[in-house]
């Protein structure tokens, strides 16, 4: 993948970026698409993480908000 996203970025730097390629399933594609397919599913991918880690984040806040509340001390 690293070396298919160097050979993209060389293309598309000398110009080449709407020279069709094939891929190993025979669809066509070019290098411009490649690089921002790649882009995009990066930002998903990091989108998707850090709409994650916010989850945890608000679960565990929940939980020590719970646990106070109903800790043995107020607990009557």
Do not use: C, P
């Amino acid at each position: 993948m690293v070396a298919m996203v160097l050979i993209a970025i060389d293309k598309v730097s000398t110009g080449h970026g709407l020279d069709t390629y094939r891929t190993q399933w025979l669809v066509e594609d070019n290098w411009i698409g490649f690089l921002v397919f790649v882009v995009v599913t990066t930002v998903v991918v990091v989108v998707a993480a850090a709409i994650g880690w916010f989850q945890r984040r608000k679960e565990q806040r929940e939980v020590q908000q719970l646990q106070a509340k109903y800790s043995e001390g107020h607990h009557e």
